[in-house]
């Protein structure tokens, strides 16, 4: 651990070669990025989410919507939609059969009801697995609703 960054985080981290040890939850991380030791989806919404004046909606499980909900209590002096919480809440019916036709239609019903200027869809690690093409449903909604629409390829 020569690099002053990685000399920093030790006992935050664990460099292949040395001694294990255990990473508790109840001590301080050094300040970063995500210093959560999160998932990339999370990581994502905590790099969007202060874009107040979007739509932010998680394709995927409701449990990863709520787990990154107001993940950084995002403050705004204009919009507040960003702190709506939308998610597609994916079920077993939808691994099983593709859940690409339940996000086209969240993300009309959604642009349609609150007039963002953007909107980001953020795909979790279930979609990769399952296969939607998130990209081809946001540039069918752009193309229809005149708004970007942006896929977060955030599987993983």
Same mark, same amino acid.
């Given at each position: 651990?020569?690099?002053? %960054? /990685? &000399?920093?985080?030790?006992?935050? %981290?664990?460099?292949?070669?040395?001694?294990?040890?255990?990473?508790?939850?109840?001590?301080?991380?050094? +300040?970063?990025?995500? @210093?959560?030791? +999160?998932?990339?989806?999370?990581? @994502?919404?905590?790099?969007?989410?202060p874009i107040a004046d979007a739509l932010h909606l998680v394709h995927g499980p409701v449990?990863?919507?709520?787990?990154?909900?107001? %993940?950084?209590?995002? #403050?705004?002096?204009?919009?507040? #939609?960003?702190? /709506? @919480?939308?998610? &597609?809440?994916?079920?077993?019916?939808?691994?099983?059969?593709?859940?690409?036709?339940?996000?086209?239609?969240?993300? %009309?019903? #959604?642009?349609?009801?609150?007039?963002?200027?953007?909107?980001?869809?953020?795909?979790?690690?279930?979609?990769?697995?399952?296969?939607?093409? /998130?990209? +081809?449903?946001?540039?069918?909604?752009?193309?229809?609703?005149?708004?970007?629409?942006?896929?977060?390829?955030?599987?993983?």
């Open positions: 651990m020569e690099d002053g %960054i /990685l &000399t920093q985080r030790k006992g935050q %981290i664990h460099t292949k070669g040395e001694e294990p040890f255990s990473i508790n939850c109840d001590k301080e991380s050094l +300040a970063g990025a995500v @210093s959560q030791r +999160a998932c990339v989806f999370c990581g @994502s919404r905590v790099v969007l989410y449990g990863c919507a709520a787990y990154t909900w107001d %993940i950084r209590g995002a #403050l705004s002096s204009g919009p507040e #939609l960003h702190l /709506l @919480s939308f998610s &597609t809440d994916l079920r077993e019916k939808d691994v099983v059969f593709g859940g690409e036709d339940k996000l086209y239609r969240s993300l %009309i019903e #959604l642009v349609d009801r609150y007039g963002p200027k953007a909107a980001f869809v953020y795909s979790t690690c279930i979609v990769g697995i399952i296969g939607d093409d /998130l990209e +081809a449903v946001c540039k069918r909604v752009e193309r229809e609703k005149a708004i970007p629409v942006i896929p977060v390829q955030s599987e993983g």
